[in-house]
């Protein structure tokens, strides 16, 4: 292929982009009287929180339009998905919304135990929400700790991301690992809990409490910050639902859907929380939503660990869950169960199923397709950042260039979800 080709392709892609003429966009603000300037933020921008293009149409600092363009990530997860058998699909799909992999590895172990009618113990049950749960408050500190840095406070990267480090160090504890865990399995979760992780995670319960007081105390009476905050973007429910927003930018405009309230899922509905929700659906009610729902995913793991039920952490069927490692040297039959599996995977019953659960940013689905076969047909996932991405447009018209980048920061995209 020559040069000429390659540049001939990229100018077809571009111009591929729905743009209006520069004439018609002054028309249609101004009667073609004021200027207008186009501005490409990112792909690369810092701002963007991944690698995202961001089409802006400026008028002077205000911004009249914007235009989201994605396509840059070219992971492919939905069709590599679809080439591997079920338990292996499970290390990919966590590698989508990169910060919530845990409720990844949930929503499609959910669908395919729903497929299998598969039985998940009630240990296994808890064992998943309290990492539901930490994982949910360390992705809060990664979207507060870089929300920080786009509003100007570089402190909170670093007292955020302590945070964080604490949470991961769970993970690997619980797991081996601290990111991409592949901790959730079909059928319950790989291992259960060491020695000394209940005693680690209520000291972090303890203090989680604490700090997000103390980030508060920081944020909420600086009065910059106040000023970006409040009465900034603001979106009424209405609009996002027709958009269909959900999660903490949904609730931040009043309305109190939450999965786990209203379609309970993993014993969610032996727990003890409220839905924190705003008034106004600007970005304060958005930054204080998530600060609130931390509270509440403390009470939750506490609850969990208070009532963790005794029994098995995975379900017992040989067919489906690879068998403990001490009968392979005992048991013949578990041995070829074990080969079985690795070699051919499991097969589930054909049919059809989606199952959604409430992620960090709204509500994270998983539809799967089975044939009968040991892998799935069709996969498809509805990630709440790409479905979030649609309200920039709406919250941000007519506002200053600089409270577009705070409101994207409260937006709190994953272009890891968005891209698949």
Not at 12 to 34: N, V
Not at 86 to 107: C, G, H, S, T
Not at 148 to 160: E, K, R, T, V
Not at 197 to 206: G, Q, S, V
């Amino acid at each position: 292929m020559t040069t000429t080709t390659i540049v001939s392709d990229y100018r077809k892609r571009e111009e591929s982009i729905d743009l209006a003429p520069i004439e018609q966009q002054l028309g249609e603000y101004h009667g073609g009287e004021q200027e207008l300037l186009t501005l490409n933020m990112g792909p690369h921008h810092p701002a963007t929180h991944g690698v995202l293009r961001l089409l802006t149409t400026l008028e002077g600092e205000v911004v009249r339009d914007v235009k989201p363009i994605i396509g840059y990530v070219h992971t492919g997860i939905e069709k590599t998905a679809e080439q591997k058998s079920y338990w292996k699909v499970i290390p990919v799909l966590e590698r989508m919304d990169y910060l919530a992999y845990y409720f990844n590895a949930q929503a499609f172990c959910g669908a395919v135990e729903t497929l299998l009618d598969l039985e998940v113990p009630k240990r296994a049950q808890y064992l998943r929400v309290i990492h539901l749960e930490l994982c949910r408050i360390m992705s809060h500190m990664v979207w507060l700790g870089t929300s920080g840095l786009d509003l100007g406070a570089m402190s909170m990267f670093w007292y955020c991301f302590r945070e964080r480090e604490t949470i991961l160090d769970l993970f690997e504890q619980s797991s081996g690992q601290r990111m991409h865990t592949r901790y959730i399995q079909v059928g319950g979760v790989i291992e259960d809990i060491p020695a000394g992780f209940e005693a680690n995670c209520r000291t972090f319960l303890k203090r989680m409490p604490k700090a997000a007081d103390d980030f508060q105390a920081l944020l909420s009476k600086n009065e910059i910050f106040l000023n970006r905050m409040r009465d900034v973007c603001p979106v009424d429910a209405e609009t996002l639902l027709s958009l269909g927003v959900t999660g903490p930018l949904l609730r931040a405009a009043g309305n109190p859907w939450d999965l786990r309230k209203a379609s309970p899922y993993s014993s969610y509905e032996d727990f003890e929380f409220n839905i924190p929700i705003g008034t106004k659906g600007d970005n304060w009610d958005r930054y204080a939503v998530r600060v609130a729902e931390v509270y509440e995913s403390c009470r939750i793991i506490e609850q969990a660990l208070d009532g963790l039920p005794e029994g098995p952490h995975i379900a017992d069927d040989r067919k489906v869950v690879l068998p403990p490692r001490h009968e392979l040297a005992t048991s013949m039959e578990a041995l070829i169960h074990h080969f079985k599996l690795v070699t051919e995977g499991f097969r589930v019953p054909p049919g059809e199923v989606y199952y959604p659960i409430e992620g960090p940013r709204g509500e994270y689905g998983v539809f799967v397709r089975s044939d009968g076969s040991s892998k799935p047909a069709r996969v498809h996932m509805r990630d709440p950042s790409f479905v979030n991405l649609q309200a920039v447009r709406p919250m941000v018209r007519d506002a200053y260039i600089a409270d577009f980048i705070a409101t994207l920061a409260m937006l709190d995209p994953i272009l890891g979800g968005i891209d698949r």
